[in-house]
């Protein structure tokens, strides 16, 4: 009798909940941890969560209705799961999943662009714990549902994990138990003056920038960077990438071509799915068959559909350079890195789980709305091709500060609507929403939002926006459910510290910057050196100027590389006449955003051409008309700079490598160029006798090849035009074609040239990617 009414109750309750227990608990500091036969759960006592035992399984009550939920049952396939909760979801809680997060420093600072508070005081006098979350964090988390979280700096990696338990306890706690899904930019990159040993750790792994990754034509190398970073990510609780960034950088005077895998597109949409694959694809036993799992990191590939051919290479984030054009015909060109490798990945997760589009406008290129408006905004860009042609059913999140109010035309910060500046706030998330987007970057607030549903509502009817609100959300869920956030939403302090920075992923990123490093000279065979021999290195005296974000920087006078490493290879002069060599460290040329507000004082339209030279040059070449332009803030349409001259901000660097060749009086000079974009070498090439490019290395990696420790075997992933005339008569849409530089011995400075200690280089890399001369 007993055994039968413990069967009925079995079949009555619809689960086994008598099944004997299968896991255990313990506490791991702010956390307890279950372990299982089926997914390790995590969750904080503090947070009200209790656990449910399901056939003998653990899961999470995350809702508190007692019950097991389709999207709390982690058994369950996460499409499933996220159309469960997204049906459970209010408007409010949806619109505040379609936030990401402005930029957040951890501690908030006490001014500036990443200000915060604690308990209405600035952290240096508020007592609080830098792990602390600050006032705006919690509200934008409990009051504006935000769930997507854009992290920047922190003080140490075992702090960010604090930081990230610290919220997920508060959102787990918070409505239905949605965790937070935190991000970075990328946050590899490399301390230039940091000393390199192979014993030792870091606070992340130190890798080339993406033109560097690039130079090494080596899609394996970058599959095992994203693998390592991913990793280094986890443990610091971030689980999607704002990247990997792969337009190609058509027009080489852009300021964002550093962060490309450059202009050919076929080698960029190799490196596209490497960097994805390496980020995305869990292994082990917990990796689900679908290639997700704990070791998996989303990456929101950008920008679509190529932010490249901005006109006459300036840039979106300014109103000055709103406009890409596409004078070369080579809108479509652009699609393949996304097309050809972001949607089509190798591994076993298929495609980018995210994009995110640029803010420019694809001037003329909307053929069934003939809109030109910015590429979020716009529905032929973003429905009608990313959507129905492409098939892409990821997340597509905008840009940062898309939506805010257009105030002046040359800062970085301002907002950045363009196309739709007389809409009203409401009016431009609607657009969003309705061209196809799922997510707006940089938004804290959730209003907007709940705005642009009521006028949907008003438009279509509330359950037709209800729907295509539920779709946003299903999109997004699903990227969170993927990498097991809904499980495991905590890091264990201890093991972040063993983990990010460890010494293996510091060498890997060591080698990687070895491999990125592309000779483009070697005359009598200079190079490699001999250590211990004199060398003059030259001091750099830089001029007052502004950097990207609008920061005006002070002159300095300083040496270009950390001399005290230097001097482990050498001996180091300040007497050319005793040297046996000379090391000139200069930069590319950099004549800032093309934009002079005192030329507007003058009488002007303030356009000033993006110079490749460090000489003042003057734009004799250039359109006598803009292909396009018009701004709210302009009583002109015309953006043209002919005739009008600049000069890079660094030309001092140019005196640097004159002034050294006259002084060495025929002793060699080695000229070591940090390399952000293409640039003129017409001016010092022959002064030279040997030329070491790197993209963003550290002194000691450069100081390697310079000694023959390592060989250069690096080519190059854009090209080095002849002259400005050049630049100024290229399409900025059209990769390879511009005349490139010659050298005293004959060598093109163009895509995939690069040399090593024998000669030029010609390997699989260049049969497969250097396009055939017609």
Not at 330 to 355: C, D, N, R
């Amino acid at each position: 009798m007993h055994k039968l009414c413990t069967t009925l109750i079995l079949i009555l309750s619809g689960t086994s909940i008598f099944a004997q227990q299968k896991w255990t608990e313990e506490p791991k500091g702010s956390f307890n941890l279950i372990r299982q036969a089926g997914k390790t759960l995590a969750y904080s006592p503090s947070s009200g969560v209790k656990i449910l035992t399901v056939d003998g399984f653990a899961f999470k009550d995350l809702n508190k209705n007692g019950k097991l939920d389709a999207y709390e049952d982690w058994r369950l396939p996460a499409d499933v799961r996220a159309k469960d909760l997204a049906s459970k979801m209010s408007i409010e809680q949806i619109a505040g999943l379609m936030l990401y997060s402005r930029h957040q420093s951890i501690p908030a600072r006490p001014g500036g662009y990443f200000a915060g508070t604690y308990k209405g005081k600035p952290f240096p006098e508020s007592g609080a714990k830098p792990e602390d979350l600050s006032d705006q964090q919690i509200e934008f988390l409990t009051k504006d549902n935000l769930r997507h979280v854009l992290l920047t700096t922190v003080q140490s990696p075992e702090l960010a994990a604090k930081w990230n338990n610290n919220m997920q306890a508060l959102v787990e706690g918070t409505g239905l138990g949605i965790p937070a899904n935190n991000s970075s930019d990328p946050r590899h990159g490399t301390v230039a003056n940091a000393e390199f040993n192979a014993a030792a750790g870091g606070a992340i792994s130190m890798w080339p920038g993406s033109l560097g990754m690039a130079a090494t034509f080596d899609p394996i190398l970058v599959t095992r960077f994203g693998q390592i970073a991913a990793t280094e990510y986890r443990a610091l609780g971030i689980t999607t990438a704002l990247s990997p960034q792969v337009d190609i950088a058509t027009d080489p005077r852009w300021s964002r071509a550093s962060g490309t895998f450059g202009e050919d597109p076929y080698l960029a949409a190799a490196m596209a799915s490497a960097y994805c694959n390496g980020f995305q694809t869990s292994t082990g036993y917990d990796a689900d068959p679908d290639g997700w799992g704990m070791n998996s990191v989303n990456a929101m590939v950008k920008h679509w559909p190529g932010g490249g051919s901005g006109e006459a290479g300036r840039d979106a984030h300014y109103a000055i350079g709103k406009f890409a054009v596409y004078p070369g015909k080579q809108f479509k060109t652009h699609f393949i890195p996304f097309t050809e490798g972001a949607f089509k990945l190798q591994g076993k997760t298929m495609m980018a789980s995210a994009i995110m589009p640029y803010y420019t406008i694809s001037w003329d290129q909307d053929s069934k709305n003939k809109e030109n408006v910015g590429n979020s905004y716009n529905r032929y860009i973003i429905q009608d091709l990313l959507r129905d042609k492409y098939k892409y059913d990821g997340v597509a999140c905008t840009d940062w500060g898309i939506t805010g109010d257009e105030t002046v035309l040359d800062n970085f910060t301002a907002g950045k609507p363009w196309g739709v500046e007389k809409l009203s706030v409401a009016e431009r998330h609607y657009k969003v929403l309705m061209a196809g987007v799922d997510q707006f970057g940089g938004n804290n607030e959730a209003k907007p939002i709940i705005d642009a549903y009521a006028i949907g509502s008003k438009e279509h009817g509330e359950a037709w926006m209800r729907a295509r609100m539920e779709q946003s959300a299903v999109r997004l869920l699903k990227n969170i459910f993927r990498v097991g956030l809904f499980e495991f939403p905590y890091v264990i302090p201890e093991t972040t510290k063993s983990i990010v920075g460890q010494p293996s992923y510091m060498k890997a990123g060591y080698e990687a910057q070895l491999k990125s490093m592309v000779l483009l000279k070697n005359q009598k065979q200079t190079l490699p050196l001999k250590t211990g021999i004199k060398v003059y290195v030259p001091k750099k005296f830089t001029p007052a100027g502004r950097n990207f974000l609008g920061v005006e920087t002070p002159e300095s006078m300083n040496y270009p590389v950390n001399i005290d490493i230097v001097k482990k290879y050498f001996t180091v002069t300040d007497n050319p006449d005793e040297a046996d060599v000379a090391l000139a460290f200069i930069s590319s040329p950099n004549s800032g955003i093309g934009y002079s507000p005192e030329d507007v004082k003058k009488g002007g339209n303030g356009y000033l051409p993006i110079s490749l030279q460090y000489g003042e040059y003057k734009a004799t070449e250039a359109r006598a008309v803009s292909i396009a332009g018009g701004d709210p803030l302009e009583n002109f349409t015309n953006r043209s700079y002919k005739d009008k001259t600049n000069q890079a901000i660094n030309y001092t660097d140019l005196g640097m490598v004159t002034d050294t060749y006259d002084k060495m009086k025929g002793k060699p000079v080695i000229v070591s160029i940090t390399m952000d974009n293409p640039m003129v070498f017409h001016e010092f090439e022959s002064k030279a006798n040997a030329i070491l490019v790197n993209f963003r290395v550290q002194d000691q990696a450069i100081l390697d090849i310079l000694t023959g420790k390592a060989e250069p075997s690096g080519l190059l992933p854009m090209q080095m035009p002849a002259d400005m005339a050049v630049v100024e008569k290229q399409a900025e849409d059209a990769p390879h074609d511009m005349r490139c530089h010659k050298d005293a011995a004959g060598h093109v400075y163009t895509f995939g040239f690069g040399m090593n200690w024998k000669g030029v280089i010609q390997d699989a890399r260049t049969a497969k990617y250097v396009p055939k001369k017609k």
